[in-house]
């Protein structure tokens, strides 16, 4: 048994870390627009169900599953499922999670590098006196890296590599230099958040003009705050709900049970994890939802915002928006909203480092040094291509496939491993051994029956995912003998690049359809890294378990 090489420093780093790793760039990008696609109000209902039948659990079983893996000094998802049962095909299903976060950390990192490039330019005052239109053209040609005329040249790979280079030298100090980051940049994080809330909940008519006259904060607010009761029936709206969880928790990724593998054999984890948990949605919910909308709404009107709402808002609207309030101002709003991106955005990618790390220190005696700068080098080499060929789609395939089926596929199996494989009673004894509170009794039975149920539906859903998202109507069109049609946007769909297809058959400009198969093309080697990445990942893994049946250490 190998012996632990980092430890938590205190309980309030754990939590911060834990809290740092779970609150992202999603729950201020990712959220708010979730919302505002789902219905507003509509979203609330299913979004803190699945909450609390499925967040919470994967909180409970990757806890506690990462905190039994550490008594027997495994420190990656690969031996930490391996220690839960017998059988060698469970260590491959650990490969998800060292797999996922280097692959979701090659682009999560270029999303952070704008951040970092956004602070630079409010202070240079880039932004002073553009318009709406200038500050979205401005991110265009950000990304744009062989034609950008944003200052410095080719920005966009110059911030990716600075971005890089700081992720991979506080994580070369191990648990400890994470923890610091965790203590500085959460407080830090929560302040700006609190500072715009307050601008967000203080604007109301104030920021209306004559292009938008009925403009008024208030009316995001009440969008996004007021429950719609029907939207329990609309399954489209669960499963969105459902998939920002994932994405809100970082559950499904391995992070949390290698953070948890470095806690002692009583240290709590039932406590730990609500905490945790709770903190991620008090910074989504409450923080998230009073920023881009309440004041994007209060410059451009509601019907603006219900129309425009996406991702790009942040990047592409906010730094116009700060405008409106006069050069000191815009400057301190500026550096309190991407700065408060960039805090929530290193901390979830410092967490995707320590999977690898752990696993090549356990398995091959690497030190933190090594295995910080391998993991950023690997980073490098999978990432420049989501920079460069940013326009291409590639950014968006890393993110399908590592970012969103893999999350899911590696969270349902590990829940049915401990749920019926590890067993129930075994698993429940794990969360609640050293647990600082009562665990409620229904949360077994949760466990057990409703989280595996669930990950399931979403599973299927996302494979078989109807034309238009309309669940109600393909049901009623299979059940009536007219079949089930696939959108574009499910996995199977997706796989034939039959959206693609589609708009080259309808293309009629040669030069649209040799873009379309060039994109083809970038997706297609997109996908062949990522399958090389896994294998080559599984081949360690196979190497490992080599090892340890020379060594005595092998389980199975």
């Known amino acids: 048994m190998s012996t632990k090489a980092d430890s938590w420093g205190s309980r309030v780093g754990l939590i911060l870390a834990m809290a740092g790793n779970a609150v992202g760039l999603g729950n201020f990008l990712r959220f708010p627009v979730q919302a505002v696609q789902n219905g507003g109000g509509a979203f609330i209902i299913p979004y803190l169900v699945c909450f609390l039948v499925m967040g919470i659990p994967l909180l409970f079983i990757e806890w506690s599953s990462g905190r039994y893996g550490g008594k027997f000094g495994n420190h990656s998802t690969p031996y930490i499922l391996d220690t839960m049962a017998k059988g060698r095909i469970l260590k491959y299903i650990g490969v998800f999670g060292i797999f996922t976060n280097i692959a979701v950390a090659a682009y999560y990192c270029y999303i952070e590098s704008w951040t970092m490039s956004y602070v630079y330019h409010t202070l240079m005052g880039t932004f002073?006196?553009?318009?709406?239109?200038?500050?979205?053209?401005?991110?265009?040609?950000?990304v744009d890296v062989a034609h950008s005329t944003t200052g410095i040249p080719y920005e966009a790979v110059v911030f990716y590599i600075v971005c890089l280079l700081l992720n991979t030298f506080i994580l070369s100090k191990g648990i400890g230099g994470i923890e610091k980051v965790a203590k500085v940049g959460m407080p830090l994080l929560i302040l700006f958040g609190v500072v715009l809330a307050v601008r967000g909940l203080t604007l109301g008519t104030s920021g209306a003009s004559d292009i938008f006259p009925d403009a008024n904060a208030w009316d995001g607010l009440n969008f996004l705050w007021t429950p719609q009761y029907e939207s329990i029936l609309d399954l489209k709206v669960w499963m969105?709900?459902?998939?920002?969880?994932?994405?809100?928790?970082?559950?499904?990724?391995?992070?949390?049970?290698?953070?948890?593998?470095?806690?002692?054999?009583?240290?709590?984890?039932?406590?730990?994890?609500?905490?945790?948990?709770?903190?991620?949605?008090?910074?989504?919910?409450?923080?998230?939802?009073?920023?881009?909308?309440?004041?994007?709404?209060?410059?451009?009107?509601?019907?603006?915002?219900?129309?425009?709402?996406?991702?790009?808002?942040?990047?592409?609207?906010m730094p116009y928006l700060f405008q409106q309030w006069g050069s000191t101002l815009a400057i301190v709003a500026g550096v309190c909203w991407f700065g408060l991106l960039f805090f929530a955005g290193i901390t979830s990618s410092l967490a995707m480092g320590t999977p690898w790390m752990g696993f090549m220190r356990d398995e091959f005696g690497w030190s933190k040094n090594r295995g910080a700068w391998s993991f950023g080098a690997m980073i490098l080499i999978l990432g420049l291509p989501t920079v460069i060929f940013y326009q291409e789609g590639v950014f968006d395939e890393y993110d399908y496939w590592a970012g969103t089926v893999s999350l899911v596929v590696f969270a349902m199996m590990e829940t049915i491993l401990f749920s019926w494989i590890f067993g129930m009673n075994k698993g429940w004894r794990e969360i609640t051994s050293g647990a600082d509170i009562k665990v409620p009794n229904v949360f077994k039975y949760i466990i057990k029956y409703v989280t595996p149920v669930m990950l399931v539906i979403i599973f299927l859903g996302s494979v078989f995912k109807p034309l238009n998202n309309d669940w109600s109507g393909n049901f009623s069109s299979l059940f009536s003998g007219n079949g089930w049609t696939l959108d574009n946007g499910s996995i199977i769909k997706t796989v034939m690049h039959s959206g693609i297809k589609e708009?080259?058959?309808?293309?009629?400009?040669?030069?649209?359809?040799?873009?379309?198969?060039?994109?083809?093309?970038?997706?297609?080697?997109?996908?062949?890294?990522?399958?090389?990445?896994?294998?080559?990942?599984?081949?360690?893994?196979?190497l490992a378990y080599q090892k340890r049946v020379k060594e005595g250490r092998a389980t199975a």
């Open 503 to 542: 708009q080259i058959a309808a293309a009629t400009d040669p030069i649209v359809v040799s873009q379309l198969e060039d994109k083809i093309f970038y997706l297609n080697m997109s996908r062949l890294l990522l399958v090389l990445l896994f294998v080559f990942i599984s081949f360690l893994v196979y």
């Open 128 to 142: 002073s006196g553009m318009s709406q239109a200038d500050v979205a053209g401005f991110f265009n040609s950000y």
């Open 240 to 317: 969105a709900a459902a998939g920002q969880i994932f994405f809100t928790l970082s559950v499904g990724m391995g992070t949390i049970h290698c953070y948890a593998a470095y806690l002692k054999e009583k240290d709590d984890v039932a406590l730990n994890a609500v905490s945790a948990g709770f903190m991620n949605e008090f910074v989504e919910v409450v923080l998230g939802s009073l920023i881009v909308i309440p004041i994007a709404a209060g410059y451009l009107g509601l019907d603006w915002v219900i129309e425009n709402a996406g991702f790009g808002m942040a990047f592409q609207t």
